[in-house]
Nanobody, 124 residues
Framework: VQLLESGGDSVQAGGSLTLSCMASTYTYSSTLAWFRQPPGKEREAVAAVYGGGGTSFYADSVEGRFIIYHDVPERTMYLHMNNLTLEDTAMYIC????????????????????WGQGTQVTVS
């Protein structure tokens, strides 16, 4: 199973960016998520979504600014980030597991089976 992120970039504060995670083997009955690791800090949850995009979950820090969704035909998960702040600077990493997690497990990194390598987002 391979998870491949893309879309990381350097953006100005207040800007927008969309990250992609190709998750070729994940369709329905799965949970996919984005985590991030800011420089010098621990990895933290950003958002999660059920396969097919029916239900999503967000960390308080991004609620109302970020949107997560999963396009099954494209086998790709997206994270659309709006109104970016300096605190959003981090390595963004996608994760997935082949089961539906109940909240609040959806934002717990120990629940995920597969991980990508990450894509860097820098806000200045």
């Amino acid at each position: 199973v391979q998870l491949l992120e893309s879309g990381g970039d350097s953006v100005q504060a207040g800007g927008s960016l969309t990250l992609s995670c190709m998750a070729s083997t994940y369709t329905y009955s799965s949970t996919l998520a984005w985590f991030r690791q800011p420089p010098g800090k621990e990895r933290e949850a950003v958002a999660a979504v059920y396969g097919g995009g029916g239900t999503s979950f967000y960390a308080d820090s991004v609620e109302g600014r970020f949107i997560i969704y999963h396009d099954v035909p494209e086998r790709t998960m997206y994270l659309h980030m709006n109104n970016l702040t300096l605190e959003d600077t981090a390595m963004y990493i996608c994760a997935a597991t082949p089961r539906l997690l109940a909240a609040p497990l959806t934002l717990q990194q120990g629940q995920y089976k597969h991980w990508g390598q990450g894509t860097q987002v820098t806000v200045s």
